[in-house]
């Protein structure tokens, strides 16, 4: 399968979209066609692993880079340490409201569930190739932890990460800062998520240097990670017997929008999607550019709750924007270009249109994210992470609007946000024993000015160039 740029530069393959970053014209990549999978292929699915699911998934992007069996060795390795046999299980909070639990990986995060898989295909990759690479991954929270979980130690590699200094809980730090492995190299810049998102940008725009240090990407920006977390969709819709006239939503607690581009792609190969609940904090750019046409940044970004989704620029919204424009490259090249200097730009009715019949977005303030904290905990016993109940108050605000069953997307392990959880309900989650442990830990980061320079040479440096 070849892949193509949202700004329409070149094609790549399977094995390139994984190695890389963004395209060399600046888009994301995307399959030139989505495949499309049967009903009944779909059926299949509930009576498979998780790891078989994955490998049937991803199978039709990458079977010119790797053999079934190779993806099948790799999911299986990657999946088998999860705390829970179903990897990503459903709870039933409702009559036809259920939680999808995302959080039973390494790193209690949802980012665990395609990157423990993509740090062993890479590993495959890269030794066929014979090189070397440097990971850079911009995190605002959990992207950060899973990356170093699925990459520390791996001959070849270093990692580097950028956090947005004193905005990501400490758990969430400690988790990235407290790993010793010589490979992983952690950043706290002074600014927000969007600054270290810029800087990654940037040094992927530098084509000089990007070469020099064969830079990739891990978070959402690289499609082999969207395409892992289209797995999840398949398998939850599965098992709630999706088919023919029954269609299934999906609430997705989003910031960068690669969770939830994952369920556009997902129903663009043929899973039956009813709508997908773009749910935000504060930091509601999605919210309004679906409500008012217009694709801008209002103010800085806020601090709350769910710090992982305190960002403002969406990187994955271009692909959603590429496939509603009916592909239009040129278009979609023209706007990024206007929004990289004016901060905004508007959005054809017909391309909101094309948005607004897949997506209903919808914005939860911090009051709004305790209630939903406090009432799954008085109405189902269950504690969520404040960016869970971002997603479960937007359900409540939209459920009248949903028909059919409804899939609430919770992305973190509680015991990440204790704060949060205190705060809400006066009591503290229960604490894993591998995030008991950090506070004792001693920390290894480096603070560096909100500059591109300075973490270009800090890069230089670090891996030994």
Request: charged share 20%.
């Amino acid at each position: 399968m070849e892949f193509v740029s949202t700004r329409g530069g070149g094609r790549a393959s399977f094995e390139d979209v994984l190695l890389g970053g963004p395209a060399a014209d600046g888009g994301l990549f995307l399959p030139a066609d989505w495949p499309a999978f049967s009903f009944a292929e779909i059926r299949e699915l509930a009576s498979v692993s998780y790891a078989e699911a994955a490998v049937r998934i991803l199978l039709p992007f990458a079977s010119g880079t790797f053999s079934a069996e190779e993806l099948r060795i790799d999911a299986s390795s990657a999946y088998a340490s999860f705390s829970h046999r179903a990897v990503a299980p459903l709870r039933q909070l409702a009559p036809d409201l259920f939680l999808l639990e995302l959080f039973h990986g390494p790193t209690f995060a949802f980012k665990d569930l395609a990157l423990q898989l993509m740090a062993r295909l890479f590993a495959r990759a890269l030794a066929r190739r014979g090189r070397q690479a440097t990971i850079i991954a911009a995190t605002s929270g959990d992207t950060g932890s899973a990356a170093i979980a699925a990459f520390r130690g791996q001959p070849g590699l270093q990692v580097v990460v950028l956090h947005p200094k004193d905005r990501v809980s400490e758990m969430q730090r400690r988790q990235m800062t407290t790993v010793t492995d010589a490979n992983v190299h952690n950043i706290a810049v002074e600014g927000d998520f969007d600054d270290t998102q810029a800087i990654v940008k940037q040094l992927f725009d530098d084509v000089e240097f990007s070469r020099r240090m064969n830079l990739t990407a891990v978070n959402s920006i690289n499609l082999a990670r969207i395409l892992a977390q289209t797995v999840y969709y398949f398998t939850a819709a599965a098992a709630l017997g999706a088919g023919e006239g029954r269609a299934v939503n999906f609430v997705v607690p989003t910031g960068n929008f690669g969770d939830v581009f994952a369920g556009e792609a997902a129903a663009r190969m043929g899973l039956p999607v009813g709508r997908l609940v773009i749910a935000t904090n504060v930091n509601d750019i999605l919210v309004r550019a679906l409500s008012t046409g217009e694709y801008g940044i209002a103010g800085a970004v806020q601090q709350t709750f769910s710090p992982s989704m305190d960002i403002q620029v969406a990187s994955n919204f271009e692909r959603a924007l590429f496939e509603a424009s009916g592909r239009d490259a040129s278009w979609v090249r023209r706007v990024m270009m206007e929004f990289r200097s004016a901060r905004r730009f508007p959005i054809p009715e017909s391309v909101r249109a094309n948005l607004r019949g897949r997506y209903i977005a919808e914005k939860s303030g911090e009051s709004d994210t305790l209630d939903a904290i406090r009432h799954t905990w008085s109405g189902a016993g269950m504690i969520v992470d404040p960016h869970t109940a971002v997603g479960l108050g937007a359900y409540a605000r939209l459920r009248e609007q949903l028909d059919g069953p409804v899939v609430a997307l919770a992305t973190a392990h509680p015991a990440k946000f204790p704060d949060a959880i205190l705060h809400a309900i006066g009591i503290r989650p229960q604490i894993p024993e591998a995030l008991a442990k950090l506070p004792v830990l001693e920390e290894h980061c480096t603070w560096l000015p909100n500059s591109t320079s300075a973490v270009k040479k800090f890069v230089w440096e670090c891996t030994g160039s």
